[in-house]
């Protein structure tokens, strides 16, 4: 009986790792690059509660800095020196001194930031052509200025009375409307 339970606590062992995805990515790191972002390939990576314990530091005394800490050094990361970083399973990218919340990666990227006033937070939409190109505000005039050469793309948001309509989810292709225009 003792080697049943045994076997069988091995096979379930056995049966949740080799569940574990191929491209896991661990919850926390720092991309250098965009290609590194699109590998999944980070930098200290680590999770939360490994030994030695490990953590990630946005010091608001040391704006546009992302620290890596470790038992026995900090790593300290200039906004101007790398992609991005993932923290607590959330991707960030950093393009002009700020830090971007990655919402979605494919034909189009969409980031967001989170805004606190004094009447409460609420998160502002941002989009870049390409991965690695410059983020801008999502405006119908700032979708028309980016995609001026694509005419189905720029003739759907005159169409639809908006970019709104443009960044709906289509779950059937898990992906936005926007992309089949691209």
Not at 85 to 98: H, K, L, M, P
Request: include cysteine; glycine fraction near 6%.
């Amino acid at each position: 009986m003792k080697n049943l339970i045994t076997f069988l606590g091995v096979l379930c062992f056995q049966g949740c790792v080799a569940q574990q995805p191929k491209s896991y990515v661990k919850d926390n790191g720092v991309y250098l690059s965009a290609n590194d972002f699109e590998n999944n390939k980070l930098l200290l990576p680590f999770n939360k509660g490994e030994k030695p314990a490990i953590r990630i530091i946005e010091p608001f005394w040391h704006a546009h800095q992302i620290w890596v800490k470790t038992e026995d050094s900090t790593y300290r990361f200039y906004y101007d020196a790398i992609w991005g970083y993932r923290a607590q399973r959330v991707n960030w990218r950093v393009f002009n001194g700020e830090a971007y919340i990655v919402k979605y990666a494919g034909k189009i990227c969409l980031y967001e930031m989170p805004v606190y006033s004094s009447i409460g937070s609420y998160y502002q939409d941002y989009f870049s052509a390409t991965i690695n190109s410059p983020i801008r505000e999502v405006t119908r005039s700032d979708l028309l200025e980016v995609y001026h050469s694509n005419k189905i793309f720029t003739d759907n948001i005159k169409e639809r009375g908006g970019y709104r309509t443009a960044f709906i989810w289509d779950k059937w292709h898990r992906r936005y409307v926007c992309e089949e225009w691209l």
